[in-house]
């Protein structure tokens, strides 16, 4: 009989939900190895380096409202690997940068974003450069086929891809209603080099804006305003709407749409250095959530993911504690 290397769970996917389930079930004596089909982990919780520079090209902070979420953040913060950002925040009112200072705590991995992955992450088996194709039942197990042709097999298995990959990779299982309901949206995101501060008409610099009333612009950030950050790198990330029209276009072409754009709002001499498609960045309807921010298809079945429970940080941090917690219950 051929062999094939087993697990008690297999998780696809290494972003957040993903490894925050690892963690738990393997605080818990489960073996459980997580399949990434990136050469990273972390999922959009993302770091780039290009050109001697390192930035954050995924998830540009986050929030805490949960308590569940709110002591891992306190221990990742302790720990180093999380810190606080005070970001001059501005906002778009009739396609005009504003001031818009607020008192809501917002967080950054440290030194870069990743790093929330990595501190969830530190024992867990992660094997990168893993694309899923199928899984496929296999008598009381389950079996996933790579792209590679491997063949892995596990007792139970948790899905944390975005919601079309998960659809296509659990064709043999009864999904359809969950591909309806949870739609993504793409993000084009450009990074632009800037030498002098963003200022608003009055004045006012910025560190951060949100998109407002922007058809274009969604958030906006400076790099070096976030603590440990040394680029002159600005991160802008186009709305889903934007984003959605211009999906199928060159990152050369983006690049040079946002970076005029951007240009033209503040008035400041602008290089684009890179644009990156995020295929499947947030929930098309983030109100719209499954019952504990999860789904179970089958009794050793289960899918997760951020796009099930908000679209944001701790909507995948939560997401993927509950999966692990009904894995564990069973
Ligand atoms: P939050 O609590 O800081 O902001 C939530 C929303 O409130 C913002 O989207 C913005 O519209 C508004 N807002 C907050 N403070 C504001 C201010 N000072 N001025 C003007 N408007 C303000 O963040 P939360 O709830 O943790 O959400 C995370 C953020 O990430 C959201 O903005 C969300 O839309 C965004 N997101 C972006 C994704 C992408 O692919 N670009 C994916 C997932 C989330």
Redesign the pocket.
């Known amino acids: 009989m051929e062999h094939h290397k087993h697990s008690d769970v297999l998780i696809i996917g290494a972003g957040i939900s993903g490894l925050m389930a690892a963690t738990k079930l393997q605080e818990s004596g489960i073996s459980v190895t997580v399949l990434d089909k990136g050469r990273h982990y972390g999922g959009?919780m993302a770091t780039r380096a290009f050109d001697g520079a390192i930035f954050d090209h995924g998830?540009?902070?986050?929030?805490v409202r949960d308590h569940r979420f709110q002591v891992a953040v306190e221990s990742a913060v302790a720990a180093g690997f999380v810190t606080q950002w005070k970001p001059n925040?501005g906002?778009f009112q009739d396609h005009q940068p504003i001031a818009?200072?607020?008192h809501?705590a917002?967080f950054v991995g440290h030194p870069y974003m990743n790093s929330l992955g990595r501190f969830l992450s530190q024992d867990i088996e992660i094997q990168t450069e893993s694309r899923v194709q199928m899984v496929e039942p296999n008598g009381d197990l389950f079996r996933l086929i790579l792209t590679s042709q491997e063949t892995l097999t596990a007792d139970c298995v948790l899905v944390t891809a975005p919601v079309d990959q998960m659809v296509a990779m659990l064709q043999h299982f009864d999904v359809e209603q969950l591909g309806s309901r949870f739609a993504m949206d793409p993000?084009w995101t450009t990074v632009l080099s800037v030498e002098e501060p963003l200022r608003g008409s009055a004045g006012e610099s910025f560190d951060a804006l949100?998109?407002?009333d922007h058809p274009l612009f969604?958030?906006i950030a400076v790099e070096n305003s976030k603590p440990g950050r040394q680029s002159n790198f600005i991160v802008v990330?186009a709305t889903p709407e934007w984003s959605t029209k211009h999906l199928e276009s060159d990152p050369a072409e983006i690049s040079e749409l946002i970076r005029e754009a951007f240009s033209e709002t503040f008035q400041v001499t602008t290089q684009a250095r890179l644009s990156h498609r995020?295929r499947y960045?947030?929930p098309t309807n983030p109100k719209v959530t499954a019952q504990k921010g999860i789904y179970q298809v089958s009794p050793n079945l289960w899918v997760a993911g951020d796009y099930l429970a908000g679209?944001?940080v701790?909507g995948a941090y939560l997401s993927g504690l509950e999966a692990a917690e009904h894995i564990l219950a069973r």
């Open positions: 959009r998830a540009q902070f986050f929030t925040m906002t818009s200072p607020d809501q917002r993000t949100f998109g407002g969604d958030f990330h995020w960045a947030r679209g944001r701790e």
